[in-house]
């Protein structure tokens, strides 16, 4: 992953970034499913399939500083529902191991449609986590630096995920 002096730093575009990789949490359940596809007019594309109530899809490293994207960095994620059960809402999170995570809802895009989703770091660092608020990401030290989790069951296209600073 590119410093975070970087004007942008990509997360996944075709391929995920180096020193990046793909991971899920689904208590065991095997509720989620992820893959790549190529999809018109964008190339590779990450899908994610969550067939229950738990469970999220991560981008995993070895630790990074992300301090340097507080002030004025933005996450911005190209997004596409396919399909979702009424009234699922979508988590973005910081983290930094559990319980130390930061999260946002994100709004949706129309189901089908894709639609560019864009939200400022420290917006995303300023939340405690949802389900424990005794914890919050440290900017310095963030495991998993973009975390998908939908609460309840969703199947969603991820594309051109990074962080404009």
């Known amino acids: 992953v590119d410093p ?5 730093t990509i997360f996944f575009d075709d391929a995920l970034a180096t020193g990046l990789n793909y991971n899920f949490f689904d ?13 018109d007019s964008r190339g ?14 991560y981008f995993e490293s070895a630790g990074t500083d992300m ?5 004025t960095g933005e996450l911005v994620f190209d ?8 009234g699922v809402s979508m988590l973005v999170k910081f983290d930094s191991g559990w319980p130390n995570v930061s999260d946002y809802v ?3 895009p129309a189901v089908g449609e894709w639609g560019e989703i864009r939200i400022a770091v420290a917006d995303i ?3 405690p986590n949802s389900f424990d608020p005794s914890g919050t990401a440290d900017p310095t030290s963030v495991i998993n630096v973009f975390v998908v989790e939908p609460n309840g069951v969703m199947t969603f296209k991820l594309d051109n995920v990074r962080i404009e600073n």
Do not use: C, H
């Open 67 to 71: 301090s340097g994207y507080v002030a």
């Open 27 to 39: 208590n065991g359940a095997g509720t989620l499913a992820v893959g790549e596809q190529d999809e």
């Open 125 to 127: 660092f300023a939340n």
């Open 79 to 86: 997004l596409n529902i396919v399909s979702s059960d009424d």
């Open 106 to 108: 994100v709004p949706l």
């Open 44 to 57: 590779k594309v990450i899908e994610v399939a969550k067939s229950g109530p738990d469970g999220n899809f």
């Open 4 to 8: 975070p002096s970087a004007a942008t």
